[in-house]
């Protein structure tokens, strides 16, 4: 995007939050007109450093940093800025909590804080208060933030990054359906035909954070297979898992080649260069079509649509989204400044702005943020808006903790699905091996 669009679609993003804001009034509930104010005091000299993942959205960032230039100006305190690959945060996170040393805080995902919660600072009274002034936590979020077994906060949810069914439309029409199936069954029907007409799908299988991580959950998921059961014993080799994977390879077989190498950042590639016509992915792709200065990707954007997860033989929908939280560190030596800068992020008259900017590529952990007019702007955006209230964690039945945390960071569900797409291991053997290093981590 040149600098000319970004200003112009900034310019065009603060008009509408502008308008959301004062054209029809807040966007929360009456409990913000009753909600205490909450402010921090920050340390003398205070000096912040945050690490967060690098957007896929340019209006995210530039929004952000707009944010983070407002809460210097405001407060005197100089915030650095440090961007990483998305793969690249949590083993960042993991080593500045092991040495005591490092960023102030770090913008994390799903239930990493887990991995240390005694490395973060207590959060709870910003929680309590950004819950009672926005109409409430969604209760995924609540479970991801508060150490298991207490209501003590350890992060605070920043947002979730939406996963959906991204597709060509004239393709899938081309290939004989007008819509996505809304089962299992028939989704891979779809996907067949349209490898079949020359426009397939593809879906990550490497060491993809948010995209593989996401839809190899829901498609284990879906068929009734879990991690592990309520009690927390490792509970994958099942026959709900070899049928789940049994269905992965089916799959797999309509799969553009390469996707088991495939990051976040691929799919997104893979798409825009016309190599697929279906994927799982957040709204990058469709903004990304939308600003691109090459006119045939461009004109792409109108036959993108975007579709819930199909429901499998389990009959519900069982869909995993990518939470991203705020960390705050104890080894911060300035944890008063650091906590007054997550809540300044969180107020509306910064995160609703910066909703706008990013195209809803990050829906609300708070139930006040769903009136946000971003959601309805545009139609294609609206199925992106209900991440909190639709998805599941990833702990499934069992609960959050290291091992949930461990088993994730450990692409554990990930390699399984991989290597049983791929023929490099039959569907039990993946199972089995899923299975042994669960097992690593959950010792209940």
């Given at each position: ?26 966007l ?34 530039d ?34 909590a ?43 979020c ?5 150490r ?22 004239s393709?899938i ?11 299992t ?16 799908a ?6 993809a ?15 009734g ?9 490792v509970?994958?080799?099942s ?30 590639k ?81 995160y ?6 990013a ?60 290597e ?25």
């Amino acid at each position: 995007m040149t600098d000319k669009n970004r200003r112009q679609f900034l310019e065009s993003s603060a008009g509408v939050a502008a308008a959301a804001t004062l054209g029809t009034g807040a966007l929360w509930t009456p409990l913000a007109a009753q909600a205490q104010s909450l402010a921090y005091k920050p340390e003398k000299g205070a000096k912040l450093r945050v690490l967060r993942w690098k957007r896929f959205v340019q209006g995210d960032e530039d929004a952000f940093m707009a944010n983070i230039k407002k809460f210097s100006d405001k407060t005197g305190i100089e915030v650095r800025v440090d961007n990483e690959g998305w793969e690249d945060v949590r083993p960042k996170a993991a080593v500045a909590a092991n040495i005591g040393s490092g960023p102030d805080i770090i913008i994390g995902w799903f239930d990493d804080p887990h991995q240390y919660p005694d490395k973060l600072i207590d959060m709870t009274d910003l929680a309590d208060y950004l819950g009672k002034k926005y109409g409430g936590w969604y209760d995924v979020c609540k479970k991801y933030a508060q150490r298991t077994g207490t209501n003590k906060w350890i992060s605070i949810p920043w947002g979730i990054v939406g996963n959906a069914i991204v597709y060509r439309e004239s393709h899938i029409k081309a290939a004989g359906f007008d819509a996505i199936p809304k089962d299992t069954a028939g989704f891979l029907k779809l996907c067949q035909a349209m490898k079949a007409k020359g426009t397939p799908a593809g879906f990550a299988l490497g060491k993809a954070v948010g995209d593989g991580n996401n839809w190899v959950h829901w498609l284990l998921w879906s068929h009734g297979g879990k991690l592990v059961d309520k009690a927390g014993n490792v509970a994958i080799n099942s026959p709900e898992t070899i049928a789940a994977l049994e269905y992965a390879k089916q799959l797999y077989d309509t799969f553009v080649p390469g996707t088991l190498s495939w990051q976040d950042p691929n799919n997104n590639k893979a798409f825009l260069d016309g190599q697929i016509s279906l994927t799982a992915n957040g709204i990058s792709v469709y903004y990304a079509a939308k600003n691109s200065q090459d006119p045939k990707v461009k004109e792409m954007a109108a036959d993108i649509q975007h579709a819930r997860f199909p429901i499998g033989p389990v009959g519900k929908p069982t869909e995993l989204m990518q939470i991203t939280q705020f960390m705050t560190f104890k080894h911060s030596k300035y944890p008063q400044a650091a906590k007054e800068l997550v809540r300044f992020l969180m107020e509306e008259e910064q995160y609703a702005p910066w909703m706008q900017a990013a195209i809803g590529y990050v829906s609300q952990p708070l139930r006040a943020y769903e009136k946000n007019p971003i959601w309805t702007v545009d139609p294609k955006h609206t199925v992106y808006r209900d991440g909190g209230s639709i998805m599941l964690d990833h702990g499934h039945e069992g609960p959050l903790g290291y091992a949930s945390a461990a088993a994730m960071a450990d692409y554990i569900v990930l390699d399984m699905v991989a290597e049983a797409s791929s023929g490099s291991k039959t569907p039990k053997e993946a199972a089995e091996r899923a299975e042994a290093r669960a097992k690593r981590y959950y010792k209940v």
